[in-house]
């Protein structure tokens, strides 16, 4: 049975036990694209605490655009205004569902921080659009991902530190793409019959006898075990 001494593999639990390489490579492969993600919404919570600062403490001017142009899902705005006789200068994306190319020299109500006026939006400015639903549910997607690997890679781990190994039967096995699914059973130490699969790199016939490692407060919770 490849070699494995079940008594010695059950005298070692608690075994000492880690993550799983491959969970660790798709947990970091997941975390890195939901930091890419963190990027732009990092940018738009920078965005959106001005706005809120500036609704509690800003004045309103009328400024004028001086260039529109359309960007990704949204408007890229320039524009100017005075305060004080001074002209001062500020670029807004507007990603209202509704909102239009405009004009240079169209006129556009700009609300600005009195002691310091380079912080500034236009009033109509929002901060969130129908259309960026999809990223919003991709990140979403990419933290539940990352949290299922976390608690896959948990019960692996408990599963190798505390389960117990018997010896099983391989009662088939199918090409899985570049691999192979073995189906296999086994009996419990209470006497249970319990079924399981796992995949494996190499093709083994009918019968062959494979270690298995199961839970004993969960016998379905099992797998090849690999010493």
Known sequence: MSGIDISEANAGIPRAARFDDGI????????????LWLIPVGWRAHDVHTFHVLRQEGNEANGEV???YPGRGSVDVIYRFSVDGVFRAGHAQ?????YRIQ?????ILIRYLPKNPRVNQPVNWKWFSVRE???YVL???????????LVAGWRKRRLTRIGIV?????TGCVPDRNRFTAYYEFTTDDKAWIEGSTLMSEACEVGTAIPVIYLRSNPRRNDLYLA
Do not use: C, W
């Open 24 to 35: 660790i490579a798709a947990l970091s492969f997941t975390l890195f694209f939901f930091l």
């Open 66 to 68: 001086t260039k529109s």
């Open 94 to 98: 507007m990603i209202g569902d509704d």
């Open 103 to 107: 004009a240079p020299g169209e006129k």
């Open 133 to 135: 639903s999809p990223y």
């Open 139 to 149: 990140g979403l997607g990419l933290l539940a991902g990352a949290g299922a690997l």
């Open 166 to 170: 018997v010896e099983g039967r391989v």
